[in-house]
Structure formats: structure tokens, C-alpha cells
Nanobody, 124 residues
Framework: VQLVESGGGLVQAGGSLRLSCAAS????????MGWFRQAPGKEREFVAAIRWSRGDTYYADSVKGRFTISRDNAKNMVFLQMNSLKPEDTAIYYCAADEYYRSAYSAETDFGAWGQGTQVTVSS
């Protein structure tokens, strides 16, 4: 499976951005998709995840109420709507795919396919 992110950019604090992830290849073998981010000098961390079939969603506490993950099954695309952005949201955002059914999704090591990432910068 191939994953390509887009939609990153520079935005002021309080603003919004919408990230997109286009999936191609054997995406039907991957029940869930996720977004992770890595800020400078920090480890990559979980942001949100969604199941393709039922649309169940999972969020990190730091983004609950501000970010929304969604998917378009017909287009094999996953989105991350980010509102009320803060400078601490600045990071490279990665789209990822998990090939297993799990009770929940948040562990980086569970996701076996990754995109190249898209930069999000939030200015204060």
C-alpha cells in the first residue's frame, strides 16, 4: 500500500488546516488508518485513527475536541480536520495504515505502512 499526505502548511494559532491522505494499492488489507506527528526533537506520537468499515475513531487526549478524522471509502482517502491549532501542534504529520483488526488503535508499532509526511507549522 502507498500513502501520500497533502494539505500541510503555515497557519496562525487558532486557525484550521485539513490534511488528506490518499491510499493506493492493497488498501483493503488494512482495516484502519491513522495520523501520527513528530515535532522537532521529539518522538513520533499518535494523533488519531479510524476504521475503514465502521468509521470508529480514536484520538489522543491532546487533540480531542479540536481534530476530526474522517474517511472516504469510495476514494480511499483519509482526512484530518484540525481546528483551533496551537503552536505545539507544529510537527510533521504522517498518515499510516494498520493491517490488523484491534480493539483500539494508537500504538505506532501497530502501523506497518507509512507516508512521507507533510509539514504543519502553527505560528503564535
Amino acid at each position: 500500500v502507498q500513502l501520500v499526505e497533502s494539505g500541510g502548511g503555515l497557519v496562525q494559532a487558532g486557525g484550521s488546516l485539513r490534511l488528506s491522505c490518499a491510499a493506493s494499492g492493497r488498501i483493503s488489507s488494512y482495516p484502519a488508518m491513522g495520523w501520527f506527528r513528530q515535532a522537532p526533537g521529539k518522538e513520533r506520537e499518535f494523533v488519531a485513527a479510524i476504521r475503514w468499515s465502521r468509521g470508529d475513531t480514536y484520538y489522543a487526549d491532546s487533540v480531542k475536541g479540536r481534530f476530526t478524522i474522517s474517511r472516504d471509502n469510495a476514494k480511499n482517502m483519509v482526512f484530518l480536520q484540525m481546528n483551533s491549532l496551537k503552536p505545539e501542534d507544529t510537527a510533521i504529520y504522517y498518515c499510516a495504515a494498520d493491517e490488523y483488526y484491534r480493539s483500539a488503535y494508537s500504538a505506532e508499532t501497530d502501523f506497518g505502512a507509512w507516508g512521507q509526511g507533510t509539514q504543519v507549522t502553527v505560528s503564535s
